[in-house]
């Protein structure tokens, strides 16, 4: 991080996770809304892992940018200590790391056929954990804390938090769509604000008024001339905070109620289908025993108009 491309590429991986999150959890409440059960990952028909796949992807290629590639001469470890200007990449590469371990265990766990209640549970508990130590670090952050990107960080750590209580209330309750609804969207909120902070922070066209880029203990930061043209920058991103805030409460809800109605529909369809065939066969059914029984009945009443002739005759 401490770039557009450090917060951009995370907030891409972030974004996508939570609407594939949002996109399965209704799906499966749409399908089964009186046996829903969450799940703390969803596996795809052709590559059973590759949700997994692709966060342990995401994370191995951040730990590789903030430790190998990012820093100046690619060495993190100059003297055989961390330098003062590299600890904020640690601390980004030490979250990659707790999402890697996530991945990789939800794999070992899944792989031994532990009984899922179980096997959730415990899934669930290391991505909690997981989100604990990115709020934990962004919380602690070595970076700015007072300035236009503190304000940012500080707005990012009430996402994570939802994403971490979300997280632990869902072991508790896995039945409750409602949970891993606000789960998912704030994954996704996390994506978005991530993708934001990049733009805004290293796009020299959108720095607030008063204030610029300056370049510190080998990243570039924003700074402000004076406490006022501070207090407005924050004021901003307070503001933008909060368009976000509203802006992704109506696109989770919007697409709740789109994606529900189609797989509603085609369940209800489904169902018609199938009572339709239901209703024919018994009609078949039904009239094939109709004409068994006329037919009967005819050969019956024959006979007995023959045997009638019979004794007439006699």
């Known amino acids: 991080m401490g770039t557009l491309v450090g917060h951009v590429a995370p907030g891409f991986a972030f974004l996508a996770l939570g609407l594939w999150h949002l996109l399965n959890h209704i799906k499966r409440h749409s399908l089964q809304p009186n046996s829903y059960i969450s799940t703390p990952w969803f596996p795809s028909s052709k590559v059973r892992y590759i949700e997994l796949y692709l966060i342990m992807l995401g994370s191995s290629i951040s730990i590789a940018m903030e430790l190998f590639i990012g820093p100046k001469k690619h060495q993190p470890f100059a003297d055989g200590t961390i330098p003062s200007n590299h600890i904020h990449n640690f601390e980004h590469a030490t979250i ?150 509203v802006g992704i409460t109506i696109f989770s809800v919007c697409f709740y109620v789109i994606l529900g109605r189609v797989i509603g529909e085609k369940v209800e369809y489904a169902t018609l289908s199938r009572e339709d065939e239901y209703i024919s066969d018994d009609v078949e059914s039904q009239e094939d025993t109709k004409y068994g029984a006329s037919k009967s009945s005819f050969v019956g009443a024959g006979k007995e108009g023959f045997v009638a002739s019979i004794d007439i005759e006699r």
């Open 96 to 245: 990659a790391l707790t999402f890697f371990t996530y991945a990789a265990f939800a794999i070992l766990l899944d792989r031994n056929h532990f009984k899922r209640n179980t096997r959730d549970a415990l899934t669930q508990l290391l991505g909690a954990i997981a989100f604990a130590q990115q709020l934990l670090l962004f919380h602690l952050h070595s970076a700015d804390h007072t300035g236009v990107e503190g304000q940012y960080h500080l707005l990012l750590q009430i996402v994570i938090l939802v994403s971490l209580a979300t997280t632990l209330i869902g072991i508790a309750l896995p039945g409750s769509f409602l949970i891993s609804f606000v789960r998912s969207a704030s994954i996704f909120f996390q994506g978005a604000w991530l993708i934001l902070m990049g733009y805004m922070l290293w796009t020299p066209e959108f720095i607030p008024k008063g204030c610029f880029i300056n370049f510190e203990e080998g990243h570039q930061v924003v700074r402000c001339h004076g406490e006022v043209a501070l207090h407005r920058a924050k004021s901003l991103v307070n503001l933008e905070f909060s368009w976000f805030l």
